[in-house]
């Protein structure tokens, strides 16, 4: 299957500052690209969808100006966590489709102090 | 009700043993179903796409979709402890287009005891 990088893997930061969280389609060109946030024991829930070369599509109920969302290329899609704060601790996943098979990269997993 | 419902479990089976995975949904437009497998702390890795009603094998895994009962099934034979792992349903009404995006089950958590 094709392949989806993040990085980093893991962060930790203090309240009220902010993280950038990159996505990566390795052996394909993506000019879509979806961000998603998964807690404990949940299921993967959709945050936005990340277009390049335009602005991103927000899911109902996110917050567009605390998650900024960045497609500047074919290959990588950033999310921007600003003035993160511990309810924003979370696991999130960026995922990208070459064809039909949506693929998925490994994870974030934030930790807001 | 939820768009799609899935059994979070926790199922716990023997080594060797046959799982049956299930999702129900309720919206019809659904034509596209997926199964991914997550272990902890990482991503969803794919398992299995089909389209529309029908089965699909590949190895130990096959995916069954019936449409007219809105339900799907992951079986998985000979199960392995390496099998362990959460199991995530995940359906769209098309493969494309700008209203595309994936809904997902809650997941079961699956484990295989050696």
């Known amino acids: 299957g094709a392949v989806v990088s993040q990085h980093p893997s893991r962060v930790i930061c203090k309240s009220g500052t902010s993280v950038k969280i990159e996505c990566r389609s390795l052996d394909f060109q993506a000019t879509t690209m979806f961000w998603y946030r998964q807690f404990p024991k949940q299921s993967l829930m959709l945050m936005a969808t990340?277009?390049?070369?335009?602005?991103?599509?927000?899911e109902q109920g996110v917050e567009k100006d605390k998650f900024l969302i960045n497609h500047a290329s074919l290959t990588l899609s950033t999310l921007t966590v600003t003035s993160a704060h511990p309810e924003d601790s979370s696991f999130y996943i960026c995922?990208?489709?070459?064809?039909?098979?949506?693929?998925f990269g490994p994870g974030t997993r934030l930790t807001v102090l | 009700q939820k768009e799609v419902e899935q059994d979070p479990g926790p199922l716990s089976v023997p080594e060797g043993a046959i799982v049956s995975l299930n999702c129900t949904y309720s919206n019809s437009a659904f034509q596209y179903f997926m199964w991914y497998r997550q272990y902890s702390r990482k991503g969803p890795e794919l398992l299995m796409y089909t389209y529309s009603s029908g089965n699909k094998e590949d190895g130990r895994f096959t995916a069954q979709v019936d449409k007219s009962s809105k339900y799907i099934s992951l079986f998985i034979r000979d199960s392995q402890p390496s099998d362990s792992a959460t199991y995530l349903c995940a359906m769209s009404p098309n493969s494309g287009g700008s209203n595309y995006k994936l809904t997902f089950g809650k997941g079961t958590l699956l484990t295989v005891n050696p």
């Open positions: 990340s277009n390049e070369g335009s602005k991103a599509t927000y």
């Open positions: 995922s990208a489709r070459p064809g039909g098979e949506q693929f």
